[in-house]
C-alpha cells in the first residue's frame, strides 16, 4: 500500500486559467473538446479525437476510466485505445520498462513526459500524454484531466524526463 502511495500520480498545481472554447475540437461522437490550441491535416486526428473525450474527467486514484482516473490510467487507456500498445500501470514502471529517455527538444505527438510532484523529487510520480506546442494532456489530482503547458513554472521545476514508448 506505501509503494501505491508513493508511485501513484500527484499533481497539485492550481491552474488560474481557463482553457479556452476558441480552439474547439469535435470528435467523432459529437463531443466537444477544448484542446488550447489549432490542429492541422498532420495531425493524429485518432488521438486529439480520444484525448477530447477524456478532458474534464475527474481524477480518482487508481482509476482509468473517464468516470475517474489518475495520470498512469489514463496514459495506458489512450495508449491501448489509439496505439494498440499495453502499457504498465504507474508513472515510474511506464517510463522504465515501455519507453526510451529523449531529449525534451525532441519531443513529439505522443511522447511521454515524467515529473516528480511527490516530496522525493528524484522519483517520477506523474505522468502526461504531449501532444503539440509544449502541450500535455495529464489527469491532475486537483483538477482532473486537463491540458497543460511544459512552459508552466510548475511543470519546469518538477520535470524529470521524457520518454518514446518502443
Request: glycine content about 8%; some cysteine; charged content about 30%.
Amino acid at each position: 500500500m506505501l509503494a501505491m502511495l508513493v508511485s501513484s500520480c500527484h499533481s497539485s498545481k492550481k491552474v488560474t486559467e481557463k482553457q479556452s472554447k476558441n480552439n474547439e475540437y469535435v470528435n467523432s461522437s459529437g463531443d466537444n473538446g477544448y484542446l488550447g490550441f489549432e490542429l492541422n491535416k498532420n495531425d493524429n486526428k485518432k488521438l486529439y479525437e480520444e484525448v477530447s473525450k477524456w478532458i474534464g474527467t475527474p481524477y480518482r486514484y487508481g482509476g482509468n476510466t473517464r468516470k475517474g482516473t489518475d495520470c498512469s490510467g489514463m496514459v495506458m487507456e489512450i495508449y491501448k485505445i489509439v496505439y494498440n500498445k499495453k502499457l504498465e500501470r504507474n508513472s515510474a514502471s511506464i517510463m522504465e520498462k515501455n519507453c526510451k529517455e529523449i531529449s525534451k527538444k525532441k519531443l513529439k505527438e505522443g511522447d511521454l513526459v515524467f515529473f516528480a510532484t511527490g516530496r522525493n523529487k528524484n522519483r517520477i510520480s506523474h505522468v502526461g500524454l504531449y501532444l503539440k506546442d509544449n502541450k500535455f494532456v495529464h489527469s491532475s489530482s486537483s483538477r482532473g484531466v486537463i491540458i497543460s503547458s511544459l512552459d508552466e513554472n510548475y511543470y519546469i521545476r518538477n520535470y524529470v524526463c521524457s520518454g518514446r514508448v518502443e
